[in-house]
Nanobody
């Protein structure tokens, strides 16, 4: 059973930074894709970033590239999302996801999900 547990969310002022973590367990993740999505109230879940375990190739939403950075620690089976220069519109629940097939920007294509962690950016 695959389990994904997010942590690191919280309240931060605009312009500040947060680092989210996703601890993965219960699966063989060496060939998985890992990703981050977010969902604001009344909005659809949107793609943020993704990374492949094997080759570390990364993918980003165009609007977030340059502010957000995804990375991983293979030994810890943990994926990170470094968020800098945060804006109020970044406020959302951030979800970690995993998939055996590869990277997709559609949330419907991902197999496993964490419970989410709340990120609130105040102005």
């Amino acid at each position: 059973q695959v389990q994904l547990v997010e942590s690191g969310g919280g309240l931060v002022q605009a312009g500040g930074s947060l680092r989210l973590s996703c601890a993965a367990s219960g699966g063989t993740f060496s060939r998985y894709a890992m990703g981050w999505f977010r969902q604001a109230p009344g909005k659809e879940r949107e793609f943020v970033a993704a990374i492949r375990w094997i080759n570390s190739i990364t993918y980003y939403a165009d609007s977030l590239k340059g502010r957000f950075t995804i990375s991983k620690d293979n030994a810890k089976n943990t994926v990170y999302l470094q968020m800098n220069s945060l804006k109020p519109e970044d406020t959302a629940v951030y979800y970690c996801a995993a998939d055996r097939s590869g990277v997709s920007r559609s949330s419907l294509s991902w197999d496993y999900w964490g419970q989410g962690t709340q990120v609130t950016v105040s102005s």
